[in-house]
Protein backbone atom coordinates (compact mmCIF):
# COMPACT_ATOMS: atom_id res chain seq x y z
CA UNK A 1 0.00 0.00 0.00
CA UNK A 2 1.31 3.49 -0.99
CA UNK A 3 1.39 6.45 1.61
CA UNK A 4 3.52 9.51 1.14
CA UNK A 5 5.17 11.46 3.95
CA UNK A 6 3.68 13.88 5.71
CA UNK A 7 7.17 16.27 5.82
CA UNK A 8 8.88 15.36 2.66
CA UNK A 9 5.93 13.98 0.47
CA UNK A 10 8.21 10.85 -0.93
CA UNK A 11 6.14 7.85 -1.68
CA UNK A 12 6.51 5.20 0.66
CA UNK A 13 5.05 1.07 -0.46
CA UNK A 14 4.13 -0.17 2.92
CA UNK A 15 3.78 -3.82 3.67
CA UNK A 16 0.37 -5.36 5.82
CA UNK A 17 2.65 -5.86 8.70
CA UNK A 18 2.83 -1.91 9.09
CA UNK A 19 -0.67 -1.61 10.26
CA UNK A 20 -2.30 -2.24 13.09
CA UNK A 21 -5.26 -1.10 14.77
CA UNK A 22 -6.58 0.83 12.15
CA UNK A 23 -3.21 3.03 12.31
CA UNK A 24 0.15 2.87 10.07
CA UNK A 25 3.04 3.64 11.55
CA UNK A 26 6.61 4.15 9.43
CA UNK A 27 9.79 5.91 9.04
CA UNK A 28 9.96 7.87 5.73
CA UNK A 29 12.88 5.84 3.71
CA UNK A 30 13.76 9.60 2.18
CA UNK A 31 13.56 11.98 5.12
CA UNK A 32 13.26 9.29 8.38
CA UNK A 33 10.50 11.44 8.94
CA UNK A 34 8.14 9.02 11.45
CA UNK A 35 4.38 9.48 9.76
CA UNK A 36 1.36 8.14 11.83
CA UNK A 37 -1.79 7.99 9.43
CA UNK A 38 -5.12 6.62 10.97
CA UNK A 39 -7.32 5.13 8.02
CA UNK A 40 -11.00 5.46 8.14
CA UNK A 41 -11.55 5.37 11.77
CA UNK A 42 -15.14 6.80 11.05
CA UNK A 43 -15.62 3.53 9.13
CA UNK A 44 -14.53 1.05 11.59
CA UNK A 45 -15.62 3.39 14.18
CA UNK A 46 -18.78 2.81 12.53
CA UNK A 47 -18.58 -1.14 11.61
CA UNK A 48 -18.06 -1.24 15.99
CA UNK A 49 -21.08 0.47 16.52
CA UNK A 50 -23.37 -2.02 14.46
CA UNK A 51 -21.74 -4.86 15.85
CA UNK A 52 -22.55 -3.55 19.02
CA UNK A 53 -26.04 -3.13 18.21
CA UNK A 54 -26.46 -6.38 16.66
CA UNK A 55 -24.74 -7.81 19.95
CA UNK A 56 -27.53 -6.13 22.12
CA UNK A 57 -30.33 -6.89 19.43
CA UNK A 58 -29.48 -10.63 20.23
CA UNK A 59 -29.30 -10.61 24.18
CA UNK A 60 -33.29 -10.65 23.77
CA UNK A 61 -34.51 -13.89 24.88
CA UNK A 62 -36.70 -13.96 21.60
CA UNK A 63 -33.95 -13.30 19.42
CA UNK A 64 -32.24 -16.56 18.25
CA UNK A 65 -29.58 -15.00 15.90
CA UNK A 66 -29.17 -12.16 13.48
CA UNK A 67 -26.37 -10.68 10.81
CA UNK A 68 -26.02 -7.37 8.81
CA UNK A 69 -25.88 -8.18 4.75
CA UNK A 70 -24.47 -5.66 2.18
CA UNK A 71 -25.78 -5.92 -0.93
CA UNK A 72 -22.51 -4.42 -2.56
CA UNK A 73 -20.17 -6.88 0.04
CA UNK A 74 -22.21 -9.98 1.26
CA UNK A 75 -22.48 -10.72 4.84
CA UNK A 76 -20.91 -8.12 7.10
CA UNK A 77 -21.49 -8.95 10.67
CA UNK A 78 -23.32 -12.23 12.32
CA UNK A 79 -24.28 -13.44 15.29
CA UNK A 80 -26.47 -16.55 13.30
CA UNK A 81 -25.98 -20.09 15.18
CA UNK A 82 -22.97 -21.70 14.25
CA UNK A 83 -24.58 -24.44 12.51
CA UNK A 84 -25.30 -21.92 9.39
CA UNK A 85 -22.16 -21.39 6.84
CA UNK A 86 -21.22 -18.42 5.74
CA UNK A 87 -22.40 -19.22 2.15
CA UNK A 88 -25.96 -20.01 3.81
CA UNK A 89 -26.15 -16.86 5.55
CA UNK A 90 -24.97 -15.50 2.07
CA UNK A 91 -27.87 -16.97 0.33
CA UNK A 92 -30.17 -16.04 3.05
CA UNK A 93 -28.97 -12.25 2.85
CA UNK A 94 -29.00 -12.70 -1.16
CA UNK A 95 -32.89 -14.01 -1.28
CA UNK A 96 -34.39 -11.75 1.61
CA UNK A 97 -32.68 -8.43 -0.23
CA UNK A 98 -33.59 -9.42 -3.41
CA UNK A 99 -37.29 -10.58 -2.65
CA UNK A 100 -37.57 -6.73 -0.44
CA UNK A 101 -36.79 -5.17 -2.91
CA UNK A 102 -38.86 -6.80 -5.61
CA UNK A 103 -41.68 -5.98 -2.95
CA UNK A 104 -40.99 -2.60 -2.98
CA UNK A 105 -41.60 -2.46 -6.83
CA UNK A 106 -45.36 -3.20 -6.37
CA UNK A 107 -45.36 -1.57 -3.08
CA UNK A 108 -43.25 1.37 -2.20
CA UNK A 109 -44.37 2.00 0.66
CA UNK A 110 -42.92 -0.98 2.47
CA UNK A 111 -41.07 -0.72 6.03
CA UNK A 112 -39.84 -4.37 6.45
CA UNK A 113 -41.10 -7.54 6.30
CA UNK A 114 -40.70 -10.88 7.88
CA UNK A 115 -40.67 -14.71 6.95
CA UNK A 116 -41.81 -17.50 8.56
CA UNK A 117 -39.60 -20.32 7.87
CA UNK A 118 -40.79 -23.53 9.81
CA UNK A 119 -41.19 -21.79 13.69
CA UNK A 120 -38.66 -18.97 13.27
CA UNK A 121 -39.39 -15.71 11.73
CA UNK A 122 -36.84 -13.60 9.94
CA UNK A 123 -37.21 -10.01 10.39
CA UNK A 124 -35.88 -7.94 7.49
CA UNK A 125 -35.25 -4.24 7.79
CA UNK A 126 -33.54 -1.95 5.27
CA UNK A 127 -31.04 0.44 7.39
CA UNK A 128 -28.75 1.86 4.67
CA UNK A 129 -29.42 1.81 0.71
CA UNK A 130 -27.29 -1.18 0.43
CA UNK A 131 -27.51 -2.58 4.14
CA UNK A 132 -29.70 -5.17 5.69
CA UNK A 133 -30.58 -6.34 8.84
CA UNK A 134 -31.99 -9.66 9.62
CA UNK A 135 -32.93 -10.91 12.83
CA UNK A 136 -34.64 -14.29 13.25
CA UNK A 137 -36.69 -15.23 16.50
CA UNK A 138 -39.24 -17.14 18.32
CA UNK A 139 -42.36 -14.61 17.67
CA UNK A 140 -43.78 -12.54 14.66
CA UNK A 141 -43.28 -9.48 16.51
CA UNK A 142 -40.20 -7.98 18.26
CA UNK A 143 -39.67 -6.04 21.65
CA UNK A 144 -39.96 -1.98 21.17
CA UNK A 145 -36.43 -2.25 22.37
CA UNK A 146 -35.50 -4.20 19.57
CA UNK A 147 -37.30 -2.04 17.08
CA UNK A 148 -35.11 1.35 18.72
CA UNK A 149 -32.01 -0.47 17.77
CA UNK A 150 -32.64 -1.10 14.87
CA UNK A 151 -33.79 2.73 14.09
CA UNK A 152 -30.23 3.04 15.56
CA UNK A 153 -28.76 1.38 12.56
CA UNK A 154 -29.99 3.29 10.17
CA UNK B 1 -64.46 -29.92 -4.08
CA UNK B 2 -61.19 -29.55 -6.21
CA UNK B 3 -58.54 -26.74 -4.80
CA UNK B 4 -58.83 -24.65 -8.05
CA UNK B 5 -62.87 -24.66 -7.55
CA UNK B 6 -62.38 -23.05 -3.78
CA UNK B 7 -59.82 -20.55 -4.96
CA UNK B 8 -62.99 -18.06 -5.30
CA UNK B 9 -63.42 -18.40 -1.42
CA UNK B 10 -59.54 -16.79 -0.35
CA UNK B 11 -61.26 -13.42 -0.91
CA UNK B 12 -63.79 -14.91 1.88
CA UNK B 13 -61.06 -15.38 4.19
CA UNK B 14 -61.14 -13.37 7.54
CA UNK B 15 -58.88 -10.39 7.05
CA UNK B 16 -58.62 -10.94 3.36
CA UNK B 17 -59.09 -7.79 0.72
CA UNK B 18 -57.16 -8.70 -2.36
CA UNK B 19 -55.61 -11.75 -3.64
CA UNK B 20 -54.05 -13.38 -6.36
CA UNK B 21 -53.20 -17.21 -7.69
CA UNK B 22 -50.10 -17.51 -10.26
CA UNK B 23 -48.54 -20.67 -11.52
CA UNK B 24 -44.98 -21.77 -11.05
CA UNK B 25 -44.42 -20.28 -14.56
CA UNK B 26 -45.89 -16.55 -13.34
CA UNK B 27 -49.45 -17.08 -15.06
CA UNK B 28 -52.19 -15.67 -13.23
CA UNK B 29 -55.17 -18.36 -12.60
CA UNK B 30 -57.09 -16.23 -10.34
CA UNK B 31 -57.12 -12.78 -8.90
CA UNK B 32 -59.54 -10.98 -7.22
CA UNK B 33 -57.03 -7.36 -7.30
CA UNK B 34 -56.63 -4.11 -8.57
CA UNK B 35 -53.11 -3.83 -10.53
CA UNK B 36 -52.95 -7.66 -10.40
CA UNK B 37 -50.80 -7.99 -13.50
CA UNK B 38 -47.52 -6.17 -11.60
CA UNK B 39 -48.41 -7.88 -8.50
CA UNK B 40 -48.28 -11.16 -9.88
CA UNK B 41 -44.81 -10.62 -10.87
CA UNK B 42 -43.73 -10.10 -7.26
CA UNK B 43 -45.61 -13.03 -5.96
CA UNK B 44 -43.91 -15.11 -8.69
CA UNK B 45 -40.36 -13.92 -8.11
CA UNK B 46 -40.65 -13.90 -4.38
CA UNK B 47 -42.25 -17.21 -3.88
CA UNK B 48 -39.95 -18.93 -5.96
CA UNK B 49 -36.87 -17.00 -4.68
CA UNK B 50 -37.65 -17.66 -1.13
CA UNK B 51 -39.07 -21.20 -2.13
CA UNK B 52 -35.79 -22.19 -2.52
CA UNK B 53 -34.86 -21.88 1.14
CA UNK B 54 -36.89 -25.19 1.62
CA UNK B 55 -39.99 -25.80 -0.22
CA UNK B 56 -41.68 -27.03 3.23
CA UNK B 57 -40.37 -24.86 5.50
CA UNK B 58 -41.27 -21.89 3.86
CA UNK B 59 -44.66 -21.17 4.89
CA UNK B 60 -45.09 -17.03 4.13
CA UNK B 61 -43.54 -13.72 3.93
CA UNK B 62 -45.07 -10.84 4.87
CA UNK B 63 -44.50 -7.14 3.83
CA UNK B 64 -45.31 -4.51 6.53
CA UNK B 65 -46.55 -1.13 4.68
CA UNK B 66 -46.94 2.28 5.93
CA UNK B 67 -50.35 2.24 4.95
CA UNK B 68 -50.78 -0.91 6.64
CA UNK B 69 -52.38 -2.82 3.78
CA UNK B 70 -49.83 -5.56 4.12
CA UNK B 71 -49.11 -7.80 1.57
CA UNK B 72 -48.49 -11.87 2.24
CA UNK B 73 -46.85 -14.57 -0.39
CA UNK B 74 -47.83 -17.87 0.52
CA UNK B 75 -46.61 -20.89 -1.42
CA UNK B 76 -49.03 -23.32 -2.19
CA UNK B 77 -48.00 -26.71 -3.94
CA UNK B 78 -47.01 -25.63 -7.30
CA UNK B 79 -48.78 -21.94 -7.15
CA UNK B 80 -48.08 -18.92 -5.36
CA UNK B 81 -50.95 -16.99 -3.69
CA UNK B 82 -50.88 -13.46 -3.04
CA UNK B 83 -52.70 -11.54 -0.49
CA UNK B 84 -53.53 -8.02 0.87
CA UNK B 85 -54.57 -8.01 4.08
CA UNK B 86 -57.59 -5.60 5.28
CA UNK B 87 -56.63 -2.56 7.58
CA UNK B 88 -57.46 -3.21 11.40
CA UNK B 89 -56.12 -6.99 11.25
CA UNK B 90 -53.83 -8.81 12.92
CA UNK B 91 -51.39 -9.69 10.31
CA UNK B 92 -50.79 -13.19 11.73
CA UNK B 93 -54.19 -14.28 12.42
CA UNK B 94 -54.89 -13.41 8.98
CA UNK B 95 -51.59 -15.59 7.58
CA UNK B 96 -52.70 -18.02 10.07
CA UNK B 97 -56.83 -18.19 8.67
CA UNK B 98 -55.31 -18.50 4.86
CA UNK B 99 -52.86 -21.46 6.09
CA UNK B 100 -55.63 -23.17 7.23
CA UNK B 101 -57.50 -22.38 4.61
CA UNK B 102 -54.48 -23.67 2.75
CA UNK B 103 -54.02 -26.67 4.27
CA UNK B 104 -57.74 -27.71 4.07
CA UNK B 105 -58.12 -27.74 0.54
CA UNK B 106 -54.25 -28.42 -0.96
CA UNK B 107 -54.76 -32.19 -0.68
CA UNK B 108 -57.81 -31.64 -2.85
CA UNK B 109 -55.74 -30.00 -5.67
CA UNK B 110 -56.91 -29.73 -8.56
Redesign the interface.
Known sequence: MIFFCEDCGEKNDLEGSAFSNGKAVFKCHACGYRNAYFFCPQEKERHRKKDRILKSICCFSEVIGGFLYDTKNGVRETRMPTSLTRADIETLGRAFSHSYTSGQSAYPDILGMYIRIADKYFMIHRVQDNLWVVIVTRTPSLPDDVHKFILDLA | MAFMDRCSDIGRIRGVDQYVLVDDRGNIVIHDMT?FE??A??VW??GQ??S???KK???????????KNN?LIFPVGKYYLGVVEQKGFV??EV?DAVMEFLNTHLDKKG
Do not use: I, M, P, Q
Open positions: ENVGVSCRLVLGNFKYVVFLRKDFTVA
